[in-house]
């Protein structure tokens, strides 16, 4: 019965900035990899970045260089720092737990609006 709660969506101008967060609760597998998933409008839902407890993160293309993804394994807490948005950013952005046991697990969170004016 894990629980996510995303905080940090808005409104911001491109180029501006916004951080994301997403506290975890519940029993947690130590062995994870929390992300960030996003879905516009008629899209389908692209995986944004993730990174594992052990630290490796992987990011989409399109974010390289200008989102990072932290996380603090104590607090069960992955953070998504973006800067230098853009229109195209806009989405729903999506917290996520995967629990790397046999069979794994995903949880996913509710969902936190970004909306990224021009």
């Known amino acids: 019965q894990v629980q996510l709660v995303e905080s940090g969506g808005g409104l911001v101008q491109a180029g501006g900035s916004l951080r994301l967060s997403c506290a975890a609760s519940g029993r947690i597998f130590s062995n994870n990899v929390m992300g960030w998933y996003r879905q516009a409008p008629g899209k389908q839902r692209e995986l944004v970045a993730d990174?594992?407890?052990?630290?490796?993160?992987n990011y989409a293309d399109s974010v390289k260089g200008r989102f990072t993804i932290s996380r603090d394994n104590a607090k069960n807490t992955v953070y998504l720092q973006m800067n230098s948005l853009k229109p195209e950013d806009t989405a729903v952005y999506y917290c996520?737990?995967?629990?790397?046991?046999?069979?794994?697990?995903?949880?996913w969170g509710q969902g936190t609006q970004v909306t990224v004016s021009s």
């Open positions: 990174i594992a407890s052990g630290g490796t993160a």
């Open positions: 996520t737990v995967r629990e790397r046991t046999f069979p794994s697990r995903v949880s």
